[in-house]
């Protein structure tokens, strides 16, 4: 999973009422959709939304990154936050990797360490990759399959390596049956290296979306005695363009060119900056005003700018800000275990009554925050339809349906409404302003809703655990979502598939168990064809509709800072809107 944080708002009361004048001109101009106006792109504004800004070859020079936070790990097989997981292709390389391109066009995969895209046998349970001749490690010896299996056996050693994603470990041995390299060495028997070049996967089912899983970071090679296994990611073994010179944990980083790296290998990365360096500070109120000043040419996180800082990009710098479409969708879940969401009526009461409006000027408006939710499958998923909206959600510009929310009221037995909790992050503003509004609108139908702040560093116990829910009564949980790779599992799964529902580290918050749903992600798993699999999608999505278990906020959008520095910039759907960090240059 990955979550998207935003960095802490600052409560200037001057820029906030620029933010607000501004924000309200954006929407009047129709700035809804990925593009600007006219004026704004003569400006230069979302040059590099659908289109690559400033397009240079040039190579040399440094770029500069700021940030307030580090990974949660620089090993390819621990990282799990989507930045981190862009910022990896400077040092790391997968058999095939995400398109070098604008918007939907990077969704497609490309050969990157394979000299093509898998040969798939055996009824799709049987992957065989080539590696390319000239792919090598930053000391010059050749990368081989044995590495690339090596790499992907350390998804098993949870143990030791926690913290990322394992769907390869779970779709190659469902059952558990493979220890790790660190308690098996002589490896698993389901991924075969028969000579250096060649690699073969042997999947006990078939699952359509594998090779979205081996484009991840977590299925980057590792050689096995560059392993220093918890301490890999101080200074992971590079076999991208890049390798690590320095290190220090929450201060900087400096990345260094590998003069081994052979750049006709490489058709993905540009490799354009002889250097890459970020910086670390601890003032998240001085990270925009660093960004705007010129000392940095890019934010780590890539989550937009805060409110002063839109309010002063906006007026006097617009040709330095993108206003991209997010792969993330911020909602309200409703537990079934807490009362009365148990009744699909009173679920969908909260839905009609709530101001989307308001909700999402609450989280930035338009530009900031996002056109207004209408469904639960981020734009840039196959099978999504911004235009489904069951509920009439985005309609009459948000505005609530008393009427209709009255009515369904009355239908679960709470006529004069009911009283609930809203379990909020206490360390993310935005989620917490989003509550209160709408706290505010479901006034207007009866329901009193109290806004409960807790712990976000504790998510996983708190609201991730359902009995901790049940016994405090979360009725509303507010989260966000964004897609591990774009396709309806790599999106839902964890969400909306029952087998999902954990004790502990839970996400299907809404605590969903419907048979049709769980059979629409094993048709999905089992479809090759994209046409079908988009169809399945569409049918999960609009199932978890009807069972009203979620009101969708906003479709998230940002306005993200570029420098004049850099060149050859485009924000990328395979990194969620994020700017594709591998293919910047600078001037």
Same mark, same amino acid.
């Given at each position: 999973m990955r979550f998207l944080r935003t960095p802490t708002r600052r409560r200037a009361a001057a820029s906030a009422v620029v933010v607000a004048a501004l924000l309200s001109t954006a929407a009047c101009g129709g700035d809804g959709g990925d593009g600007g106006g006219a004026d704004s792109e003569a400006a230069g504004r979302n040059a590099g939304v659908g289109k690559v800004a400033n397009p240079s070859d040039k190579k040399g020079g440094t770029l500069e990154f700021i940030g307030t936070q580090d990974a949660d790990s620089w090993d390819t097989t621990r990282g799990y936050y989507g930045f981190v997981w862009n910022f990896m292709r400077y040092y790391t390389r997968q058999l095939i990797t995400p398109a070098a391109a604008p918007g939907e066009?990077?969704?497609?995969?490309?050969?990157?360490?394979?000299?093509?895209?898998?040969?798939?046998?055996?009824?799709?349970?049987t992957y065989t990759y080539e590696l390319k001749d000239d792919v090598t490690w930053q000391d010059g010896k050749p990368v081989t399959s044995m590495d690339v299996k090596y790499g992907i056996e350390r998804q098993w050693a949870q143990?030791?390596?926690?913290?990322?994603?394992?769907?390869?470990?779970?779709?190659?041995?469902?059952?558990?049956?493979?220890?790790?390299? %660190?308690?098996?060495?002589?490896?698993?028997d389901r991924i075969e290296t028969p000579d250096p070049k060649t690699i073969v996967f042997n999947l006990p089912k078939a699952n359509?979306?594998?090779?979205?899983?081996?484009?991840m970071p977590s299925a980057s090679p590792v050689r096995k005695d560059k392993d220093t296994k918890s301490k890999y990611g101080q200074n992971p073994f590079s076999n991208g363009p890049y390798k690590f010179k320095t290190y220090e944990p929450n201060?900087?980083? =400096?990345?260094?060119? #590998?003069?081994?790296? /052979?750049?006709?290998?490489? &058709? /993905?990365?540009?490799?354009?900056?002889?250097k890459v360096t970020v910086d670390l500070i601890s003032n998240a109120n001085e990270l925009d005003k660093r960004l705007i000043a010129g000392d940095y040419d890019l934010h780590l996180k890539n989550t937009g700018l805060s409110p002063a800082g839109r309010a002063t990009a906006l007026q006097d710098h617009?040709? #330095? =800000?993108?206003?991209?479409?997010?792969? %993330? !969708?911020?909602?309200?879940?409703?537990?079934?275990?807490?009362?009365?969401? *148990?009744d699909i009526h009173?679920?969908?009461? /909260?839905? %009609?009554?709530?101001?989307?409006?308001?909700?999402? &000027?609450?989280?930035?408006?338009?530009?900031?925050?996002?056109?207004?939710? &209408?469904?639960?499958?981020?734009?840039? /998923?196959?099978?999504?339809?911004k235009s489904y909206d069951p509920y009439g959600l985005a309609k009459n510009d948000g505005a609530p349906n008393v009427k209709k929310a009255k009515e369904e009221l009355k239908k679960c037995g709470k006529p004069n409404g009911f009283k609930t909790k809203i379990a909020v992050r206490n360390n993310e503003p935005v989620e917490v302003a989003s509550a209160e509004a709408l706290q505010e609108s479901l006034r207007q139908i009866g329901v009193t809703a109290s806004v409960v702040p807790y712990d976000g560093a504790q998510t996983s116990g708190i609201i991730g655990n359902p009995d901790v829910v049940k016994n405090k009564g979360y009725g509303i949980i507010i989260m966000g979502w964004g897609p591990d790779f774009n396709t309806v599992q790599g999106y839902g799964k964890p969400l909306w598939d029952s087998q999902f !529902?954990?004790?502990?580290?839970?996400? #299907?918050?809404?605590?969903?168990?419907?048979?049709? !749903? @769980?059979?629409?992600?094993? @048709?999905? !798993?089992?479809?090759? *064809?994209?046409?079908?699999?988009?169809?399945?999608?569409? &049918?999960? #999505?609009?199932?978890?509709?009807?069972?009203? %278990?979620?009101l969708p906020f906003t479709f998230e959008k940002i306005l993200v800072w570029r420098s004049d520095r850099v060149t050859n910039v485009y924000s990328s759907y395979a990194y969620s809107g994020q700017y594709d960090f591998a293919s910047i240059g600078v001037k």
């Open positions: 066009k990077g969704l497609d995969l490309k050969p990157d360490l394979a000299k093509g895209l898998a040969e798939v046998t055996n009824e799709g349970k143990g030791v390596l926690p913290g990322g994603p394992v769907y390869i470990k779970d779709t190659l041995d469902p059952d558990g049956e493979y220890e790790g390299p %660190y308690k098996e060495p002589d490896g698993f359509s979306d594998f090779e979205e899983m081996l484009a201060k900087s980083l =400096v990345l260094v060119r #590998n003069d081994k790296w /052979v750049r006709s290998s490489d &058709t /993905v990365r540009k490799a354009l900056p002889d617009e040709g #330095n =800000v993108d206003n991209p479409t997010m792969g %993330y !969708i911020r909602y309200a879940a409703f537990p079934q275990s807490v009362k009365p969401f *148990d009173c679920r969908k009461a /909260v839905l %009609y009554g709530a101001d989307h409006k308001s909700i999402q &000027t609450a989280r930035g408006g338009p530009v900031a925050g996002g056109d207004i939710g &209408t469904n639960m499958l981020p734009p840039m /998923v196959p099978g999504s339809d !529902i954990l004790e502990n580290g839970n996400n #299907n918050f809404a605590l969903i168990d419907e048979p049709e !749903i @769980d059979q629409a992600f094993e @048709d999905f !798993i089992d479809t090759q *064809d994209e046409a079908e699999k988009a169809k399945i999608a569409e &049918t999960v #999505n609009h199932k978890v509709m009807e069972g009203a %278990y979620y």
